[in-house]
């Protein structure tokens, strides 16, 4: 009977890092496909199901996939054949791995909608020995419609499984020492390759609806302090401002808007303007085309002189080192 019974690894910890997610390509079945599935989720989208599955799939899904591959082709990387968020949480879990991993330690990467899912993920990391899983959502700021929705989406996983490992996921971390003092770096080091001083600091995050926030939805405040905190730590005396961006629909969302900030800015004679978007651990279509083409070219156009863009921390090392402080709390 011994020689029947199957191999089973056991003994190891499985770190999996859950960003937001991406399309497979360029193509518009495949920016359908990823919509499709982001839209749909219940927890992003909080209007009566029925009645948003026809209009999600007769008008949206119609029309939609052709603007959002325009943007992402505009930032896709071609010679990786990925989009930068893909790109990055590569990294990061890469680099993860370098640091912390051992013999009992395995790290790897998920997207909670599109490719690699977080099912086949955790079945992997279960079938390498994986009896421990540590999810870290890749959102300082929790939310609902992100934090959240990935803890349903690993739960969903494990509820499949006969034999499922023990699991931590780690919480939201916008107030973490090592993330502010990341943040406020990459600021200062922005500022002393440009040859002009921003009037202001832009910290653009992505907004959610006003009534999710109306409801209880902690998100607004979290993102404001962390714009606290990194105006009382950075080494500049420029004035941060918080505003919201990537608002989608008629309904009303967290304000001041990010767009609309941006063509009034230069009005109030603030031509000069620095921007970073704290609540993305990767550079993505909302930071890259967004922000720093988009929200260019709208800030230029109302009179702006001088716009900048601080990339996100992506996979530079204070970020990995952050990373790898809150994984090891509980490995």
Not at 205 to 216: E, M, N, R, V
Not at 220 to 235: D, F, G, V
Request: proline content about 6%.
């Amino acid at each position: 009977m011994k020689n029947e019974h199957p191999e089973v690894k056991f003994g190891k910890t499985g770190v999996l890092l859950i960003n937001l997610g991406t399309p497979d390509s360029t193509n518009w079945w495949d920016i359908r496909k990823y919509l499709k599935e982001f839209l749909s989720d219940r927890r992003v989208i909080e209007v009566n199901p029925f009645l948003w599955q026809i209009i999600l799939n007769l008008f949206i899904l119609t029309f939609r996939p052709s603007k959002t591959a325009k943007a992402y082709k505009k930032i896709w990387m071609k010679d990786k054949n990925m989009s930068p968020l893909r790109y990055y949480t590569e990294m990061q879990s890469s680099k993860l791995h370098n640091k912390i991993s051992n013999k009992n330690i395995v790290v790897d990467f998920a997207m909670r909608y599109g490719n690699p899912s977080i099912r086949s993920k955790i079945n992997s990391l279960k079938d390498l020995g994986c009896e421990n899983l540590i999810v870290l959502p890749l959102y300082p700021q929790y939310a609902a419609a992100t934090t959240a929705t990935v803890c349903d989406e690993v739960y969903r996983s494990l509820s499949k499984m006969r034999w499922q490992p023990s699991l931590q996921i780690i919480p939201h971390y916008e107030s973490d020492p090592l993330y502010i003092k990341a943040i406020c770096k990459s600021i200062e080091d922005r500022i002393s390759k440009i040859n002009w001083k921003p009037d202001i600091i832009m910290a653009s995050y992505h907004g959610i609806p006003k009534k999710y926030f109306d409801k209880g939805d902690p998100y607004h405040c979290y993102c404001h302090k962390t714009t606290r905190l990194i105006s009382e730590n950075i080494k500049t005396s420029i004035p941060i401002m918080t505003t919201f961006q990537s608002r989608f629909g008629p309904q009303e969302w967290l304000q001041p808007y990010t767009d609309k900030t941006l063509e009034k800015l230069p009005k109030e004679d603030k031509k000069n303007i620095l921007v970073i978007c704290p609540g993305f651990a990767s550079d993505c279509v909302e930071t890259l085309e967004e922000i720093s083409m988009e929200g260019k070219e709208s800030f230029l156009g109302s009179g702006g002189k001088n716009f900048d863009f601080v990339p996100c921390l992506n996979d530079n090392d204070d970020h990995i080192n952050l990373f790898a402080n809150l994984v090891k709390k509980y490995v």
